[in-house]
């Protein structure tokens, strides 16, 4: 680890000198910004054709070190990119992002993500024209989570609109924002700015503050300040809008059959208020919108959706990032090599970690060659991202320290604040007869069971442990039993025969469908006559497929910090505050709604 950043080269400083009046620069250029753009068209009139195609990309590459990486990520390198190292895939393909996966073995620790950063652009600021790199990562909180503890994890979008604050989304995100740019990420991929309208939806669901656009839009704008008060570009997703599919665009291509009008009024407005509120870049959705493109070619690919209307319409300047190229839903309709070039013609700016770097590369370095493409409609996404890398400051100083690492990441204030503001996002959906807030001398004896996801960022859980062990802490006695997203009959039996004896049964539910064995688990817990008390870890739409529970509180992400604020509330130790941002609907009638938006509970 860097103590000091290495000392940079003579023509880094010149560099760095030129560029750095334009720390202040925002997405658009206005006549006081003219000379900062002079300075940064100078460094773009300095590279090579080679070294433009490579600021446009945005990749992914394995190991805990930029330059001496675990044999096992090197030969996944060798295989996937044709490099060893993060250090060779800047030098080779000139790259001007990278981003972070915690499968990638990016993120084990927030000194070693440091420490990687200060390594990507050493690498980066050796180059024959030195421009440091955009460093990004997925850290949307909640479901969605790259850096794990010690780093701080605050709730994610659902609950934050399940607590309704603008002022707790805000903070959460600077929290989060100052942690990413204490180990040198910078551009965070978050706030989702979808508005999940089908719950039905596989990919989006609870990493959407909720399904009213107005309310979707005034936490999103909150995101965007708190991010970027913390020196980090937010990112808003998924353009146009990605809240009404019931296809995962990882694995297919969705169609959103909004209307033009429909569009405007559920999917427009949280992106309006993103720009409003000076975002700093904004991600493409891989779904075919025919309203909005009768081509039916991807968003991401569409010219008529992100020129025509984001650009032009909305009048958005900043950066655009494309969703991942490995997705499915990007490359359905064409081959891997022509998906690169479309997205620049379409208005893109940055393009996300493609399946074959090479193929991808050389594809936008021969569509300029042969005439495609020009040179300067590079220019003009060059010059946007080098905008946004001078805002950050990291033409100023592109490397991290140590010593910020341990002032910033995982404080003793800021795991409180997290614990507060999960606190009021906690929501209590059925309460029968006043059962809750239970009490050690009343149900002292506590059986929990249920669903044991992954844990989101590799560090939390697993949810039965966890709510068992914060039961404990608070005087009952707690005992844990994992029966699984999909439970045996075996299991099941265990865990009925556990029960005997007990004061209570705790049950983490997990995406409950009509043929879970999650419901078969619940209605033989509640046939033993041991009161049951439910809580959807995930979606709140659980309790539409549950019955005879006495209780059931929904927390809309199973990392710690919400799991444990659940066990406070359940024990009276706060008390329930959120409120549902989506509406619940009858599983079999879904015209019929069970619980409304605005639905929650409170304790006497």
């Known amino acids: 680890m860097h103590h000091r950043a290495p000392a ?15 720390a202040a620069v925002t997405g658009v250029s206005t006549p006081a910004h003219a000379d900062q753009d002079d300075r940064l068209r100078r460094i773009i009139d300095r590279m ?40 060779e895939l800047v030098e080779r393909y000139h790259v001007g992002g990278v981003i972070y996966f915690a499968w990638a073995h990016n993120t084990r620790d927030p000194q070693q993500i440091a420490e990687l950063s200060n390594g990507i652009q050493q690498a980066a600021l050796a180059q024959d024209t030195p421009v440091p790199v955009l460093i990004s990562t997925d850290q949307e909180h909640g479901i969605v989570c790259r850096v794990g503890e010690p780093a701080t994890l605050v709730p994610g979008a659902m609950a934050l609109g399940a607590g309704g604050s603008h002022a707790d989304a805000r903070k959460a995100a600077q929290i989060a924002g100052a942690e990413l740019a204490a180990v040198g990420i910078r551009q965070n991929y978050a706030p989702v700015a979808d508005v999940n309208v089908n719950p039905a939806n ?63 009024e559920l999917d427009a407005p949280p992106f309006r208020s993103a720009i409003a509120a000076g975002i700093d870049s904004i991600m493409t959705a891989h779904i075919v919108v025919p309203a909005l493109d009768p081509s039916e070619d991807p ?6 959706i992100l020129t025509g209307i984001l650009r032009e319409q909305l009048g958005y300047d900043g950066v655009v990032v494309t969703d991942s190229l490995g997705m499915e839903g990007v490359r359905t309709k064409y081959g891997d090599d022509r998906v690169a070039v479309l997205a620049l013609k379409a208005g893109v700016d940055q393009l996300l970690n493609p399946p074959k770097l090479d193929v991808a590369w050389n594809a936008v370095l021969r569509a300029v060659r042969d005439g495609e493409l020009t040179e300067e409609r590079l220019d003009e996404s060059i010059l946007r991202i080098l905008r946004l890398k001078s805002k950050l400051g990291l033409f100023r100083n592109a490397y991290v320290s140590r010593a910020g690492v341990e002032r910033v990441v995982g404080t003793a204030a800021h795991l409180a604040q997290a614990d507060r503001i999960a ?67 075996a299991r099941i039996e265990e865990a009925v025969a556990a029960a005997a ?16 064995p999650q419901r078969t688990l619940v209605a033989r817990l509640v046939a033993t006559g041991v009161p049951v008390v ?9 309790i539409a497929r549950i019955a005879g529970q006495r209780a059931t509180l929904a927390c809309y992400s199973w990392t710690d910090v919400e799991l444990r604020a659940a066990v406070r509330v359940l024990a009276g130790r706060a008390r329930p505050q959120g409120r549902l941002p989506v509406p619940v609907q009858d599983a079999d009638d879904p015209a019929k709604v069970l619980y409304p938006v605005g639905h929650g509970l409170s304790y006497r």
């Open 534 to 542: 439910t809580i959807a870890i995930r979606n709140p739409y659980d």
């Open 423 to 489: 606190e009021a996002t906690t929501t209590l959906l059925l309460n029968e007869d006043g059962f809750l807030p239970l009490s050690p001398a009343t149900h002292g004896s506590v059986l929990v069971v249920g669903a044991d996801p992954a844990s989101p960022s590799g560090t939390t859980g697993p949810p039965t442990t966890t709510l068992a062990t914060a039961l404990r802490e608070l005087g009952f006695t707690a005992t844990a039993l994992s029966t699984g997203i999909t439970p045996t009959s």
């Open 48 to 87: 090579s054709l080679e070294e433009k195609v490579g600021q446009l990309f945005v990749m992914r590459v394995y190991g805990h070190s930029a330059t001496a990486p675990d044999q096992a990520d090197v030969d996944a390198n060798l295989k996937e990119i044709g490099v060893r190292t993060a250090a």
């Open 501 to 516: 004896g007990t004061d209570v049964v705790v049950v983490g539910t997990y995406n409950v469908t009509a043929s879970s």
């Open 202 to 264: 596989p990919v989006i669901g609870v990493r959407s503050f909720g399904s009213d656009p107005a309310a979707v839009a005034g936490l999103v704008a909150a995101q965007v300040k708190g991010y970027q008060r913390a020196g980090v570009a937010a990112t808003s997703k998924h353009f146009p809008g990605h809240g009404d599919t019931a296809v995962d665009s990882h694995y297919g291509l969705p169609t959103i059959n909004h209307t033009r009008a429909q569009w405007a």
């Open 299 to 304: 968003a991401t690919l569409s010219r008529p």
């Open 8 to 22: 940079p080269s003579r023509r880094t400083l010149l560099t760095v000198t030129a560029a750095a009046a334009a």
